[in-house]
């Protein structure tokens, strides 16, 4: 975290309970703390994914251990699917994402269409 403190201090932070706390204290720079994942910080952040105010999102999860709010998790990662948002789930992942020189310039992420999907809805409620 803290080498890639010069790079995240240009971006508007956002991050769940504890990890909030933690980033906040580490590269002293100011987070947007949501609730706690399990709380519905999960789901915060989905909302704003979907607005488009998150352009990436790291997620780091033990996939040896069992998570107490697994659909949370896995409806944040399908929302980040949704709206072609960035995920990156391991360290691995995160340093490839964070070094990329997109992440240093203006990046115009492909909105998916679903305007024939809304429209669909649309014939739904008639």
């Given at each position: 975290?803290?080498?890639?403190?010069?790079?995240?201090?240009?971006?508007?932070?956002f991050?769940?309970?504890?990890?909030g706390?933690?980033?906040?204290?580490?590269?002293s720079?100011?987070?947007t703390?949501?609730q706690s994942?399990?709380?519905?910080g999960?789901?915060?952040?989905?909302?704003?994914?979907a607005?488009?105010?998150?352009?990436?999102?790291?997620f780091?999860?033990?996939?040896?251990e069992?998570l107490?709010?697994?659909?949370?998790?896995?409806a944040?990662?399908?929302?980040?699917?949704v709206?072609?948002?960035?995920v990156a789930?391991?360290?691995?992942?995160?340093?490839?994402?964070?070094?990329?020189p997109?992440?240093?310039?203006?990046?115009?992420r492909?909105?998916?269409d679903y305007?024939?999907?809304?429209?669909?809805?649309?014939?739904?409620e008639s």
């Open positions: 975290m803290r080498f890639n403190r010069d790079l995240l201090v240009q971006h508007d932070l991050a769940t309970g504890t990890t706390v933690m980033l906040e204290a580490t590269l720079i100011p987070v703390k949501l994942g399990p709380l519905g999960d789901q915060q952040i989905g909302a704003r994914i607005e488009g105010q998150i352009d990436f999102v790291i780091f999860w033990d996939p040896l069992p107490p709010h697994d659909p949370d998790v896995k944040l990662l399908r929302i980040a699917v709206w072609n948002v960035p789930c391991n360290r691995a992942s995160a340093d490839f994402m964070i070094s990329s997109l992440m240093a310039t203006p990046y115009e492909i909105l998916p305007q024939t999907y809304r429209d669909r809805l649309k014939g739904l």
